[in-house]
């Protein structure tokens, strides 16, 4: 029952991102996607790091930049050069690569077994959104799916060293150093790269607290938490609910029309995070020799 409460808890991170798409067409400004990414990162990772009251020490002020660069900067920047880009179901959906990716890198940083359900999974879930992305007849943007693809290699990257690097502090310390230092990485190149923001509507600065508050600060304590807890296959899997959430959003609030291949596609994703969190219940395929660790 534990292990069931911890996936329902960590599946509402994935299933909230996918709102970020429509947020980011509906409500924030056009052609700002490394100071949207600032400005949800920076406010969500002071606010959290006001009630933490704990800064870093010693090896872990360079390991939370890494980190943070991995799970916000970059990943950020790119998810909303994606979104900005792409259709909203679309843009979630290129990142279906990701649970494959940690699935591999899992194996060589973590020395966890790749077991066979968490490939299948895996696989799966390319399949099902592959079906959600061939169900609508939009043309893709080339930079659009190259962000959303070296996002989604980023984002894995960060799952599993946030899997290996547990810090001795509470999960929302953790969350607010990650989420500020990917926070101050990113204002820098916001200066540098971006002209400065227009005058923001009332409108704008809804969709950034909601990007910040509910889609940074309460979602990654509730990922962070489901990573430190469950084997990096199951929660990988769970970000397939991404890009089903992006497409139901379009469908309930753009009404966005919904094909037969689509809700195949919807199927098969759903199939493919169920049978993800099986992964940790079946014997693996490829094993090491050492014993996996999760820490330092």
Do not use: C
Request: charged letters at 5%; zero cysteines.
């Amino acid at each position: 029952m534990k292990r069931q409460l911890d996936i329902i808890v960590t599946a509402l991170a994935p299933l909230i991102w996918g709102s970020t798409y429509y947020v980011t067409s509906e409500y924030l400004p056009a052609g700002y996607p490394i100071t949207m990414a600032a400005l949800r990162a920076l406010p969500a990772g002071l606010l959290l790091l006001v009630l933490a009251r704990q800064l870093p020490s010693g090896v872990w002020w360079g390991r939370i930049f890494v980190l943070g660069a991995l799970n916000f900067t970059l990943f950020w920047t790119l998810l909303f050069v994606a979104a900005y880009r792409l259709p909203g179901g679309i843009a979630a959906t290129v990142g279906a690569v990701q649970p494959l990716i940690v699935v591999f890198l899992a194996s060589i940083a973590l020395r966890t077994p790749i077991k066979a359900t968490a490939v299948i999974a895996a696989i799966t879930g390319v399949i099902g959104v592959g079906l959600l992305v061939l169900g609508g007849s939009v043309s893709l943007d080339p930079i659009g799916l190259a962000a959303g693809l070296a996002g989604a290699i980023s984002m894995a990257g960060g799952t599993v060293l946030t899997r290996k690097w547990q810090p001795p502090v509470p999960l929302l310390t953790f969350t607010a150093w990650q989420l500020t230092a990917g926070g101050l990485l990113l204002v820098p190149i916001a200066l540098l790269l971006e002209p400065s923001l227009p005058s923001l509507s009332s409108q704008n600065i809804a969709g950034i607290a909601f990007l910040s508050i509910i889609g940074a600060s309460l979602t990654y304590i509730l990922w962070f938490r489901g990573i430190a807890r469950l084997e990096p296959g199951a929660v990988s899997a769970l970000g397939f609910l991404s890009p089903l959430s992006a497409v139901l959003i379009g469908w309930v609030m753009l009404e966005q029309a919904l094909t037969t291949w689509q809700i195949i596609g919807a199927g098969t994703v759903l199939a493919a995070v169920l049978l993800g969190q099986f992964s940790g219940h079946f014997r693996p395929i490829i094993s090491n020799i050492h014993t996996p660790h999760t820490s330092n």
